[in-house]
């Protein structure tokens, strides 16, 4: 519990409406889209740069942890107060402050919405690539934090390839600049941007960002094509790259999926296919009618029973809704989910869809599979009950052995959602003691209270005392 008086003054930094600290609130901001739950023992909103720099000195003077959190869509823990304290929720810092159509960059403060920044930068011609399927709420800030990617991925790259500079609050309450923000001379050396990149806001919080954009593509070709089984779905994804050919997305949806999107949707999804992959190229007309003719003879080759294109832009809309309802619509199946998040070379993607499959019968839980398959990052969604203990064991057992499998395929503990509390655990079997040791020394250098974030990412005993 904060002293009357740190609450005093949160309240006076960010205005007494913007600083909460009652029991529904503190049960509101205990838990993100993770399983875990743990209570915060204040919650403050900053509306400027300088409230939340203000704030984190506070901070760091009271000797206090503090989480940084946007939405709260983190799948991985990142965004609870493990260690109590304060909450900082950026959802304020909401505003686009400067588009540049020449230099295609944009300004944004980070708690813009994913979403909120396409459809704005759409009416100028342009997109923002990274958009993981949870953009309707995510922030740009959590993307940052976690560089996210999203079905465009596997053409496009994904957040860190799309960050010119920063603005970040360190640990101390001090503001620093990297990149193109950051004063001219100041721009060689070390690439300090990349530092905050997937650092999980444990190495500062970031209040404003530079983002390249590109302009909207000119035209779209987009594929459905159904599998008996869901390993020939993953088989035609390595044979298409193996091809030479980079589509916009790529993604797989398996049968228990399929079925819980019609259920929800109604759209016409055959109930007996095993795997889903929806297909798109996007660029200039008379080449993507090539690579979709490549395409779809590729899928045929591997067994596919049907392929239907989306010859109108309602149908292409109706196709990706049902890819972004995905977690919504296993709710019909189970109340809750674990959604994991290993990647593995793309050539490996057949076998470790079918390995989950084993998984899921072996602890007798509920997997429902999706991926951006083009760059090999797959979600297992592992379904489970809250309440009932015995069946989050098995789920969390089915978790582990799905790391394990990634990392024996050559692939990581994460793609975009981070390791957060989640995949702590497993982070010495995928790096060694001196690359875990680098990490904790720039812990240790930029935050050495061990205050932002605390709990998270590293092992404790590689973590500042």
């Known amino acids: 519990m904060l002293p009357v008086e740190v609450i005093s003054q949160l309240s006076m930094i960010v205005g007494q409406e913007h600083c909460r600290h009652g029991i529904l609130d503190i049960e509101l901001y205990s838990y993100d889209s993770s399983p875990f739950f743990f209570k915060p023992d204040a919650i403050v909103f900053p509306g400027t740069t300088e409230e939340l720099a203000k704030v984190v000195r506070l901070a760091h003077d009271k000797n206090v942890p503090l989480v940084a959190r946007g939405a709260g869509t983190s799948l991985s823990g990142g965004a609870v107060a493990a260690k109590g304290g304060i909450m900082l929720v950026t959802t304020r810092l909401n505003r686009v402050l400067e588009l540049n159509p020449l230099e295609e960059t944009v300004l944004v403060e ?61 640990a101390d309450g001090s503001l620093t600049r990297t990149g193109a923000l950051a004063d001219v001379a100041d721009q060689a050396g070390p690439d300090l941007t990349g530092l905050f990149l997937a650092s999980e806001g444990a190495f500062g919080l970031v209040t404003k960002a530079l983002l390249k954009i590109t302009p909207l593509p000119q035209n779209y070709r987009t594929v459905l094509a159904i599998f008996d089984d869901l ?55 008379p080449e993507l009618d090539g690579q979709m003719e490549r395409i779809v003879s590729i899928c045929r080759e591997v067994g596919a029973t049907s392929i239907g294109a989306a010859n109108t832009a309602e149908e292409r809309d109706k196709l990706w809704l049902a890819r972004r309802s995905g977690n919504g619509a296993m709710g019909r ?7 994991q998040d290993v990647t593995v070379p793309v050539n490996r993607l057949p076998e470790m869809l079918s390995l989950v499959q084993e998984v899921a019968k072996k602890h007798n839980v509920i997997i429902v599979q999706m991926a951006h398959a083009g760059d090999g990052n797959l979600h297992p969604h592992i379904l489970y009950t809250p309440g009932d203990d015995e069946e989050y064991a098995r789920a969390l057992e089915a978790s582990h052995d799905i790391f394990t499998a990634a990392l ?20 010495d079997k995928q790096f060694n003691r001196d690359e875990l040791n680098f990490m904790a020394a720039m812990k240790r250098t930029l935050d050495p209270q061990g205050r932002l974030n605390p709990g998270k990412v590293l092992p404790q005993e590689y973590l500042p005392l």
Do not use: C, R, W
């Not at 199946?333 to 959604?339: G, S």
């Open 110 to 170: 980070s708690g813009v919405v994913n979403l909120n920044l396409q459809n704005y930068l759409a009416e100028h011609g342009f997109m923002f690539p990274p958009d993981p399927a949870s953009q309707k709420s995510a922030t740009l800030g959590g993307n940052i934090a976690e560089n996210a990617g999203g079905p465009k991925g596997v053409k496009y790259g994904i957040t860190k390839h799309y960050v010119h500079g920063l603005e970040v609050v360190l």
């Open 408 to 427: 024996a395929a050559g692939g990581s503990l994460t793609g975009e959602h981070g390791i957060g509390l989640e995949k702590i655990s497993f982070m």
């Open 231 to 285: 390993g020939k779905s993953g088989k035609a994804v390595s044979e298409i790259i193996a091809a030479g050919i980079i589509p916009t997305a790529m993604e797989i949806m398996d049968h228990e999926l399929i079925v819980a999107l019609e259920d929800y949707l109604h759209l016409g999804f055959p109930l007996d296919a095993q795997a889903m992959l929806l297909i798109e190229v996007d660029g200039l007309g």
């Open 333 to 339: 199946i189970k109340p809750a989910l674990i959604v």
